[in-house]
């Protein structure tokens, strides 16, 4: 027997002409919720819910896991949602048609028709394979009640790799390596666990910072102190992979959730006035404790890692100068080169780039013209510009930068849309419902150091919270012992 129906939702009142494109005025949240219950019109489609729900489930938990765990995780998910798909099929009109998942395909189609002036298309290809994460979308849509469940298994697969990180920090000092990662002269200042590259270790770090940090800040109770130890454990496992650009994006992530707490709490005793004494100084407390945990913990991280941090920050001052004078045979050098090479492709093809696959070729025929002070390896390794949108600008143009911004900017909308009918953008900024919001403001100022959608690991994280962030989605149905609370 069916699940009863809900009720009409009623429309929000007199809507902007904004909220009303990019909450999908052409997806009626009746319509979703239709489409998404549909599936237990029949006896086999509820009775596969259970098991897409538990391979979803690990699905999310996998993301942060090793890279063959991250590859090979995701396909049990794939297979049960082909095999459910004569039961799920309806919602993929309603996945196809969330703003932030048709710019993104969008984009997908136009990465792929660049290939055809690429000076490299087999390079081109391979950068079209990372699209493949997209899936992910119409998978989880069919369990997408359960979206704390998989928040949850999210949080859960970060902590496991950040302990990979510890062990492997414990067997570094004994002299012995768990996991494999490039050669350093200094192992030890640059741990990254099973995530194996510290630039991509840095930036998964970062995300995971982005989970915690809005329970950390504005959560109350379980979520506070659940959140104060992960943002705390996120925060150490980024020193230990000492990557420069990742504490940079995560230090912006931490003044914009604080200025967020700060001006949310401005707001809450204005518009309360009347609260008592004490329990202004309960949260004025609630506060320092935040303040004091915080810096115990960064304390007792930076006296284990400190010293490395610094060496790597005076090695880029270093290299910065080394710059300035004209000498590029450096990583930062390189990553400078690289910069400038995507400037200058991009103002040579402004509307359509160069094609996807071709920037390598790009930045060895930029050194050569002008004979830049480089070792061929470190030019060989400048795959990418190492900046999202300089690498889109010069390979894809404005047109494939400007469907990568858009996806940027609908996907950070459905993030903090939260549940439908909610009365503010973001409502509960503390809870976990929230925190993919925060991640991807993570992965967004990481992207300024690194090319994410390049990247497995990072592109299937993104995938994975786009899913999670459509701007219209499933509720709860009443009566249905199932089905979680909702979403």
């Not at 200094?186 to 741990?191: E, H, I, N, Y």
């Not at 840095?202 to 809005?214: E, F, N």
């Not at 045979?329 to 990553?335: E, F, L, N, V, Y």
Request: charged share 10%.
């Amino acid at each position: 027997m069916a699940p009863p129906s809900l009720p009409p939702i009623p429309g929000p009142t007199r809507p902007g002409l904004l909220v009303r494109v990019l909450d999908g005025v052409w997806i009626h949240p009746n319509t979703a919720h239709t489409t998404f219950a549909s599936q237990f019109d029949h006896p086999l489609g509820t009775f596969g819910y259970p098991f897409h729900i538990a391979l979803a489930t690990f699905a999310a938990f996998s993301i942060a896991g090793p890279v063959v765990l991250v590859e090979l995780g995701a396909i049990p998910l794939l297979v049960c949602w082909l095999a459910r798909l004569p039961f799920v099929w309806r919602g993929i009109g309603v996945v196809l048609r969330q703003p932030a998942n048709l710019c993104v395909v969008t984009w997908a189609v136009w990465l792929l028709i660049s290939i055809s002036w690429s000076s490299d298309p087999s390079s081109g290809w391979h950068e079209a394979t990372f699209t493949r994460w997209l899936w992910l979308a119409l998978a989880i849509w069919p369990v997408l009640d359960r979206r704390r469940w998989l928040i949850a298994a999210l949080c859960i697969g970060f902590a496991l790799a950040h302990l990979a990180q510890f062990a492997e920090w414990i067997a570094l000092r004994q002299g012995v390596t768990l996991f494999w990662h490039p050669p350093a002269p200094d192992p030890l200042a640059r741990v990254s666990g099973w995530w194996q590259q510290p630039a991509a270790g840095g930036v998964m770090c970062a995300a995971s910072l982005g989970l915690h940090i809005g329970p950390a800040l504005m959560g109350t109770g379980w979520r506070r102190w659940t959140g104060l130890a992960g943002s705390a454990t996120a925060i150490t496992g980024l020193l230990m992979t000492g990557a420069r650009g990742s504490m940079l994006a995560a230090a912006a992530l931490f003044i914009v959730a604080g200025v967020l707490a700060i001006t949310r709490a401005a707001r809450t005793n204005a518009s309360s006035p009347g609260s008592s004494t004490a329990s202004r100084a309960a949260g004025w407390r609630r506060a320092a404790v935040v303040m004091v945990v915080v810096a115990l913990v960064s304390a007792i991280a930076w006296t284990a890692i400190g010293g490395r941090v610094v060496n790597r920050v005076s090695l880029a001052r270093a290299e910065i100068t080394r710059v300035a004078a004209g000498d590029a045979d450096s990583d930062i050098g390189a990553r400078i080169i690289g910069i400038r090479a995507a400037v200058d492709a991009f103002s040579r093809a402004p509307l359509q780039g160069h094609g996807a696959g071709s920037f390598l070729p790009l930045v060895q025929t930029y050194a050569t013209d002008r004979a830049i002070n480089i070792a061929d390896f470190r030019l060989k390794k400048i795959k990418t510009a190492h900046n999202t949108p300089l690498h889109a600008l010069a390979t894809t143009g404005l047109i494939g930068g400007g469907l990568l911004f858009a996806t940027w900017a609908c996907v950070l909308w459905g993030a903090g849309r939260g549940r439908i009918g909610a009365s503010a953008w973001l409502e509960e900024p503390g809870s976990y419902s929230a925190s993919p919001l925060f991640a991807l403001l993570a992965l967004c100022f990481s992207s300024a150091f690194e090319t994410t959608y390049l990247n497995m690991t990072m592109q299937a994280l993104f995938c994975l919270l786009l899913a999670l962030c459509p701007v219209v989605r499933p509720r709860a149905i009443p009566g249905a012992g199932a089905f979680s609370p909702p979403v």
